[in-house]
């Protein structure tokens, strides 16, 4: 008889006892966000800190960065001031984009007046929008720290001006999971004139499992390419084919614990499923004609107002972050010209989306945002028809899930260049945002590179005057 070979105690402990080893490692990878548990659905239904109003996000992204001075922030001094030079100790240490900041004022371009209850002024170039302030909450001294469009689009969208970090969707359906097995958590649609300076970083997922990034929808037809079966394959030989497919995967998954498995089987399984779900959803015709003509949609034609109408229907269907991208705010010239087109393709729809998700009794658990990356300047630019970046003051508008509606939050010196009351960064509007779908924004953390990210990094605190 050979006598037996020495045995190591740690070989003994990895390989014996169902693999010890390799199961706490695998426990403790999980633990700090390294891979995910076999068989675990990551968009399942997940709760919050604590009880919140608000289930599901409509971000209404103006990109560009439309002029607070002619929709929302009216300045009789700016109009006074006209063609005269700024003050100069206003622009000590002042930056400007692409103009000289001693470049003349520009007074406002459009015509003011108040409205509702909450006595908020709003721009003649906003009607529909002027007749739902009463159920939002203006904030007119929104602040950033970037002056150009991509880094300040990152910035609002990701909590960073740098690439690589995770959406404010991705934490959202990180946290909360969706609940919808047969549409993306989270979906983004994009009109104008072309897509966001950011790229699709501005939806991605970072770091974080790429099942929590952003899925780009078409405004018509099928909402992503390849959808429909290509001719001979029916419903059977594809779910045969993806069985065997998830399978392998499955082992895969089970031996490593790599979330990208998880998220490739969740995405096959996602696109059969949207193959029934889909049609249904992008077929606007089925809504009434009362319905269509609120929002100025038309059913086939792409179009923002489309886009806002089937983010209603998206939530409706537990969709959780939903994200409409409209680029052409950038007016450094045609400004007159340019707003109005824009607020010709986006006021309707955006007043019908609130009112809608209300009478519908879905404003409540719907957090509704509309605004840009950073505001223009008071100084002209362009001879005598243009606004350069500014990231001093700004103005955005929210509605629902939470929020105090009638609310018009902060001011702006005389020539709304600086916001000087209730001053709102970026990272204190995530920080209240998150509180509002039930997070703690301290709380909320992904471990990655031996340290805990969230959304709003080392900054952002809780604006409780926007509360309800």
């Given amino acids: ?20 080893g390799a199961l706490a490692t695998h426990h403790l990878l999980s633990q700090a966000g390294y891979a995910a548990p076999a068989n675990v659905n990551p968009l399942a239904p997940k709760k919050g800190h604590h009880e919140s109003k608000a289930k599901s996000v409509i971000f209404l992204f103006m990109a560009g960065a439309p002029s607070h001075l002619e929709m929302f922030d009216y300045k009789p ?5 006209d ?33 509702g209850k909450s006595g908020a002024e709003v721009s003649e170039l906003l009607p529909h929008t002027a007749g739902i302030v009463d159920d939002l909450t203006i904030v007119k001294s929104m602040v950033t720290d970037a002056f150009n469009h991509a880094p300040g689009q990152l910035l609002m969208n990701t909590g960073t001006q740098q690439f690589g970090r995770p959406s404010f969707g991705a934490w959202a ?28 970083s501005c939806w991605g997922s970072g770091f974080l499992p790429t099942v929590y990034q952003g899925v780009q929808f078409r405004g018509s037809g099928d909402p992503v390419l390849y959808l429909s079966n290509p001719q001979g394959i029916d419903n059977d030989v594809q779910r045969e084919s993806l069985d065997a497919i998830r399978s392998m995967n499955q082992k895969r998954l089970d031996a490593t614990g790599d979330p990208e498995i998880s998220t490739r089987i969740s995405s096959f399984e996602m696109a059969f499923r949207m193959q029934s779900s889909a049609p249904e959803l992008m077929d606007l015709a089925k809504e009434s004609k009362p319905t ?70 879905l404003l409540d658990s719907t957090l509704v945002i509309w605004g840009g990356e950073f505001g223009r300047t008071p100084m002209v630019q362009g001879g005598s028809d243009g606004r350069d970046h500014h990231p001093n003051a700004f103005t955005m508008w929210m509605a629902g899930g939470g929020l105090k509606p009638g609310l018009v939050l902060g001011e702006t010196d005389e020539l709304g260049f600086n916001a000087t009351k209730n001053k709102v960064h970026v990272h204190d509007l995530h920080a209240t945002l ?15 590179q031996g340290r805990d990210y969230r959304l709003t990094d080392i900054h952002g605190n809780l604006v409780k005057e926007m509360l309800a």
């Fill in 83 to 115: 063609g005269t030079m700024p003050p100069p100790d206003l622009l000590k240490g002042y930056r400007a984009a692409f103009i000289n900041p001693n470049s003349k004022l520009m007074g406002p371009k459009f015509k003011f007046a108040k409205y």
């Fill in 1 to 20: 008889m050979n006598k037996p070979a020495n045995i190591a105690r740690r070989w003994f402990l990895q390989e014996c006892g169902v693999g010890m």
């Fill in 434 to 448: 998150l509180h509002l779908l039930g997070f703690d924004h301290l709380r909320l953390t992904y471990r990655f």
């Fill in 292 to 361: 269509l003509e609120m929002y100025g949609a038309e059913p086939g034609k792409p179009s923002f107002a489309n886009n806002c109408l089937l983010a209603r229907r998206l939530v409706e269907r537990g969709v959780r972050f939903v994200q409409l991208y409209h680029e052409a705010w950038d007016q450094h010239g045609n400004l007159v010209k340019d707003l109005k087109k824009n607020c010709e393709d986006t006021d309707r729809a955006c007043a019908a989306l609130v009112k809608d998700l209300k009478q519908r009794g």
């Fill in 173 to 200: 359906t990180y946290g909360l999971g969706a609940e919808t097995q047969d549409l993306p958590a989270f979906v983004v649609f994009s009109s104008g004139k072309k897509g966001p300076s950011g790229g699709n």
């Fill in 77 to 81: 001094k700016l109009a006074e001031f």
